[in-house]
């Protein structure tokens, strides 16, 4: 259901949701707050599912991510929480993640600078942060999706979807592990002292 | 109580645990299994506080990293789980961590490899896992102590002590993000495409 609701808010900017047994939909108003508007879906998603889920000890815990521009307005970005409430990219937190985030993120908060980071280095940024996270979560693999979003553009021009052994994401990794591997031998060698208890003790470590 | 347990046990080699009201001690046996006697005193802990903590809603929910080398034997390190198991490290996985893993982790999967890494180079990994961690969690911070074992010297010469604002740190730090941000700079642009959906929806994200 969620993700029809997706696909067709996506596609027609309608909400849809099932309420007594019954699909209904309703045209979403961008001008007030879409995230807003997908939030009360997630809630009645929630309302329906909720029991089900919880009888086979699982949470309701769908995360959602929404980016879009409307004309005449700026572009915005945001997640959606299970709980239905949205929260925004900011200049300070100008990145938004959702799932498995906490390996893939470093990166990102080493990369992404509001206004300073171009769009293509971005995309790199992105897709680093996706390979670190396949490195040390065997679970999490292609297929990747990227969209570059060009503010004002209205055009969906700059897509691209990277299957199980693309070329181009295998090199990018075979690459970025050379250079990673390079940078930390280029680095100085740290220096070191004897342990304070070296000398009372210096059987243990 | 842990705290006085693993500071008695790596200096005297005792296991101080408290039964019945009385602090007791006795003598640890590393040859049958260090690891299972810490394990069973974090049991005896976890018997003594788990009441009083779940009163409030805390788990009980202590890690212990513990490493070290009997002569006559390889080294060996264990994390021990707050229920008591010990998890070995191994050729596949050689390094174990504890508290704020993930975002720390890409970096050490990608650069340390068993009997090839030197330990310089470890000792650099190490660091730039920490880095990464403190970089994406702010409750993570210095000090950080380092610690190199060379197998079979029996002896702790090799010791690092990082405080707050420490020039070396700061160095590395520093080096560490122009290479990162370079090495980004020198990976190919990606190719993008239309989306599919560019003709028949071009407004949205």
Redesign the interface.
């Given at each position: 259901l969620l993700d029809e609701l997706v696909r067709a808010f996506?596609?027609r900017?309608w909400i849809v949701y099932r309420q007594d047994g019954d699909v209904h939909r309703r045209q979403a108003a961008w001008r007030l707050s879409v995230a807003c508007e997908v939030g009360e879906a997630v809630r009645q998603v929630s309302d329906l599912d909720r029991a089900a889920l919880e009888r086979d000890s699982y949470n309701f815990n769908v995360h959602l991510l929404l980016?879009?521009?409307v004309?005449g307005e700026g572009?915005r970005t945001f997640l959606i929480y299970p709980q239905g409430n949205p929260l925004s990219s900011t200049e300070d937190s100008p990145f938004l993640q959702l799932g498995e985030c906490?390996?893939?993120?470093?990166?990102l908060?080493?990369?992404i600078v509001y206004e300073s980071t171009s769009l293509?280095?971005a995309?790199?940024?992105a897709?680093?942060s996706f390979d670190?996270?396949m490195?040390?979560n065997v679970t999490v693999g292609p297929p990747i999706e990227?969209?570059?979003?060009t503010k004002d553009s209205?055009?969906?021009?700059?897509?691209?979807r990277f299957r199980d052994k693309d070329p181009?994401l295998e090199?990018?990794h075979a690459?970025?592990?050379r250079?990673?591997?390079n940078?930390?031998?280029?680095?100085?060698?740290?220096?070191?002292?004897?342990?304070?208890?070296?000398d009372s003790?210096?059987?243990?470590?």
């Amino acid at each position: 259901l969620l993700d029809e609701l997706v696909r067709a808010f996506g596609e027609r900017r309608w909400i849809v949701y099932r309420q007594d047994g019954d699909v209904h939909r309703r045209q979403a108003a961008w001008r007030l707050s879409v995230a807003c508007e997908v939030g009360e879906a997630v809630r009645q998603v929630s309302d329906l599912d909720r029991a089900a889920l919880e009888r086979d000890s699982y949470n309701f815990n769908v995360h959602l991510l929404l980016g879009g521009q409307v004309r005449g307005e700026g572009p915005r970005t945001f997640l959606i929480y299970p709980q239905g409430n949205p929260l925004s990219s900011t200049e300070d937190s100008p990145f938004l993640q959702l799932g498995e985030c906490k390996y893939g993120r470093p990166i990102l908060d080493r990369g992404i600078v509001y206004e300073s980071t171009s769009l293509k280095s971005a995309a790199k940024y992105a897709l680093l942060s996706f390979d670190a996270t396949m490195r040390s979560n065997v679970t999490v693999g292609p297929p990747i999706e990227l969209l570059l979003y060009t503010k004002d553009s209205f055009q969906l021009d700059n897509y691209r979807r990277f299957r199980d052994k693309d070329p181009e994401l295998e090199t990018i990794h075979a690459l970025w592990e050379r250079s990673l591997r390079n940078a930390v031998e280029d680095l100085p060698d740290l220096n070191f002292d004897r342990h304070p208890a070296h000398d009372s003790q210096p059987v243990l470590l």
